[in-house]
């Protein structure tokens, strides 16, 4: 089963070092859920330079140009501000404009264990000011019942936002897809599926053009696509089985933007615009997939497998099943959950069971260490 190897949620602390990080902390009690000053406002002149307005960033990539940066913290060494939250989370905190935004939960499982009521389980998208740290609002949203009585590893709200200039996105499962605009007005909320599952909802939702896309292989087998400014669903395709990666857009290298997701067995390409198939390509990795996929230079990378075992490179902008055509290299080196990156004709990621980090060459896939 899918695990990371942070303690069970306890509680969190947002700590700013230059764009924030996320650590287990003492309690807080929610704030209202109205916005509470002026910098609640639309956020300042956004910058594509300096935000990180998605998971694993800009392109979902999981890599920044920018240096200078800490490597090394303690409780006071390198930090600009702490921020106590309602309660434990798993996402990735976002940054957009003057605000940082993540996502909590509050009123079930907040030990890590079942204590409290699922009647009183809700999931908070939380807007915090970049600067300072100030929590400007605080939207407390009620689950949809019935939910699992039990999600060890990550608790209830594993899913990281997504903004743009006139909202923010967030996804929490079988409770739904939500819009806000930047000052914590609900814009509309969209369901995707009712199933849920004893590893929980992990996946995070990207924007394509006037579309949110959301993989909901959880909630009904599906990809599914929703009008970013209404929330009515544009396209819906199914099949997607046992997956829990976000969805990578790419351009491949004629030019076409094709729609990635890694499924049980098989890594699949879409037409955004659409859901139109495009091409597959089988992985021989027979059951679910965690890691999100990466692409660089036409390539698309792939890791996963239940122990870890496993990945691949598959040049993209083929038709049909590419297997044979388009897969380029399998290795039996790989990651149950964390996803890679890509740096300089290098591919790095971590087997996270194992506690072992990896280096291997993009073009080949040969390890070029491994150090634990």
């Known amino acids: 089963m899918p695990r990371t190897t942070a303690a069970p949620p306890i509680g969190m602390l947002l700590v700013a070092l230059h764009v924030g990080l996320c650590s287990w902390g003492d309690l807080a009690s929610p704030r209202a859920t109205a916005a509470t000053d002026a910098h609640a406002a639309v956020p300042v002149s956004p910058d594509a330079m300096t935000d ?70 809700k999931r908070h998208l939380i807007a915090v000011h970049r600067g300072d740290g100030r929590v400007l609002w605080n939207q407390a949203l009620p689950a949809k019942l019935p939910e699992e009585r039990r999600i060890r590893d990550h608790g209830y709200a594993a899913s990281t936002a997504v903004a743009d200039a006139e909202r923010v996105y967030v996804f929490f499962g079988k409770s739904g897809v939500y819009a806000f605009d930047h000052s914590g007005r609900q814009i509309w909320h969209a369901d995707v599926g009712s199933q849920t599952h004893g590893w929980g909802s992990g996946t995070s939702p990207v924007l394509h053009k006037d579309l949110v896309i959301v993989n909901a292989s959880i909630e009904s087998e599906s990809l599914v696509a929703l009008d970013r400014t209404t929330g009515r669903r544009r396209w819906q395709t199914e099949g997607i089985r046992e997956s829990w990666n976000t969805p990578l857009i790419i351009t491949a290298p004629s030019g076409r933007q094709e729609l990635i997701v890694a499924i049980a067995g098989k890594i699949l390409a879409f037409d955004p615009d659409t859901a139109r198939s495009l091409w597959s390509c089988d992985t021989d990795i027979g059951w679910y997939m965690v890691p999100s996929v990466i692409a660089a230079d036409g390539i698309v990378y792939c890791l996963g497998g239940r122990s870890g075992t496993a990945a691949l490179a598959v040049r993209a902008g083929g038709s049909g099943n590419v297997t044979a055509t388009h897969r380029l290299w399998t290795s039996d080196r790989g990651s149950n959950v964390s996803s890679p990156v890509y740096h300089e004709g290098h591919l790095y990621w971590m087997h996270e069971q194992r506690g072992i980090a990896y280096c291997a060459r993009a073009s080949t896939g040969e390890i070029v260490y491994e150090q634990r």
């Open 52 to 121: 990180w307005p998605r998971f694993r960033g800009p392109d979902g990539m999981g890599v920044s140009d920018a240096g200078d940066l800490p490597i090394s913290w303690s409780h006071n060494e390198n930090v600009v501000w702490k921020t106590p939250l309602p309660g434990p989370g798993a996402s990735s905190p976002i940054v957009f404009g003057e605000h940082v935004y993540l996502t909590c939960y509050t009123g079930y499982f907040v030990s890590g264990r079942p204590d409290g009521s699922l009647e009183e389980l």
